[in-house]
């Protein structure tokens, strides 16, 4: 057995590091690819849906990837310190692998609208947090201007490096199947992910490991869906705050991603989504969070217009845990409020026939 040490460790050939480059890992990566055993029976088509759950990273999302990469190529270059603008889940990544380089990072992020776990976390990781009263976009903007100024290095998807640690999601999928997916479905928000999957899938073909690339399907939530509308959005909502972004800053990349394999995008309501996350606990006890849920959300209603055939293969990315929302886990499950009873062994048996 040899210890799994972190996916540039895993597909180094594919990476841009040398022997030499000292590496910043906390052993992301080789996520388990689950095949849905109940909802495809539920809803009674004949497809292979199968979840990507980045949710098991280190820090609980996939943003954990392309930090690791970027973080690494940062300390390569000299840096001592990092800095993004996020809806959460960059900032809590970038913040654990900054400690882990012994570099400093600053995260800029919309005040009152990240997810709880995402902020006990980037707290519990010591990195300076700005919050700003503005979304992500805007805070994106500043951590541009602002690099010119001040010694820092961004680490937001601009950064080439988290393209490259992100697209090993790609190769682990290919490796894992044997063959790509038919059609791969996933949230977009910065639009980083998706760019990342298509190098990654791109490059395994080029290189024959695999033979065709996936249908790409990337899914916005519909009050912030400038990819849907085809133009950028100025005051995006959802309560799936991780993908709360109007003006993605992989445009281009994006779009080439949707031709190039003949993908689509599309729009969901936050009720859509919440109603998405609430199923894959509830019949397959997968709990990720509510940005996650839209590829799912897509994918069954492209499933269920037959714009995604029966026969299909689809891989759907879960970009991040559930428990890092934990308010709006609550909120979904108001109803089913814990039942408080007598510490005795009558009232816990009676609890139990009760249910049964
Ligand atoms: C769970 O953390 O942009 O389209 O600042 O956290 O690559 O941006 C998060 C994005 C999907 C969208 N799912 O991915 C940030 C941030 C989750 C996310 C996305 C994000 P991209």
Same mark, same amino acid.
């Given at each position: 057995m ?6 540039i ?12 480059t000292?590496?910043?890992s ?29 949710g098991? !990273?280190?820090t609980?999302? #996939?943003?954990?990837? +392309?930090?690791?990469? $970027?973080?690494?190529?940062? /300390?390569? %270059?000299g ?9 959460g ?16 990072a ?20 010591d ?9 992500f ?13 001040a010694?820092?290095?961004?680490? !937001?998807?601009?950064?080439? #490096?988290?393209?490259? +640690?992100?697209?090993? $999601?790609?190769?682990e999928? /290919?490796? %894992? ?8 479905c ?28 996936p ?8 009050g912030?869906?400038?990819?849907v ?7 995006p909502?959802?309560?799936a705050?991780?993908?709360?972004i109007?003006?993605?800053q992989?445009?281009d ?11 689509w995008f ?8 919440? %109603?998405?996350?609430?199923?894959l606990?509830?019949f ?24 995604i ?10 970009t ?10 609550m909120?979904?499950?108001a ?22």
């Amino acid at each position: 057995m040899t210890r799994y040490t972190g996916l540039i460790e895993r597909y180094r050939n594919r990476l841009p590091v040398s022997a030499d480059t000292r590496i910043i890992s906390l052993g992301e990566g080789n996520t388990p690819l689950i095949q849905l055993q109940n909802i495809p029976r539920l809803i009674g088509k004949d497809v292979d849906i199968y979840v990507k759950f980045e949710g098991l !990273n280190p820090t609980g999302s #996939f943003k954990d990837r +392309g930090m690791t990469m $970027a973080v690494t190529k940062a /300390v390569e %270059a000299g840096s001592h310190a990092i800095i993004c603008a996020s809806t959460g889940n960059t900032s809590a990544s970038a913040a654990a692998y900054a400690v882990r380089a012994g570099i400093k990072a600053f995260v800029l992020i919309p005040e009152g609208k990240i997810a709880l776990g995402k902020l006990a976390q980037t707290l519990m990781y010591d990195a300076k947090i700005i919050q700003i009263s503005g979304n992500f976009d805007r805070g994106m903007a500043l951590v541009k201007e602002v690099a010119d100024h001040a010694p820092v290095t961004i680490v !937001n998807s601009i950064n080439p #490096f988290r393209i490259d +640690g992100q697209k090993t $999601a790609a190769f682990e999928i /290919v490796d %894992a199947l044997g063959f790509a997916p038919d059609y791969h479905c996933l949230p977009v928000g910065n639009a980083g992910n998706i760019t990342a999957y298509w190098k990654g899938y791109t490059e395994y073909t080029t290189d024959r490991v695999c033979g065709n690339r996936p249908v790409m399907c990337g899914y916005q939530a519909a009050g912030a869906a400038p990819f849907v509308l085809g133009e950028m959005v100025d005051n995006p909502e959802t309560v799936a705050t991780a993908i709360r972004i109007g003006h993605p800053q992989s445009w281009d990349f994006a779009w080439a991603a949707q031709r190039e394999s003949g993908g689509w995008f599309d729009k969901f309501t936050d009720e859509k989504i919440l %109603a998405a996350q609430k199923m894959l606990s509830q019949f397959e006890g997968i709990f990720c969070e509510p940005a996650s849920a839209a590829s799912l959300a897509g994918a069954l209603h492209d499933i269920g217009s037959g714009k995604i055939p029966e026969g299909s293969v689809i891989v759907c990315t879960l970009t991040g845990n559930g428990i890092k929302d934990p308010e709006i886990a609550m909120m979904q499950c108001a109803d089913a409020k814990p039942v408080t009873i007598d510490a005795s062994l009558d009232a816990v048996k009676r609890a139990i026939l009760d249910n049964l």
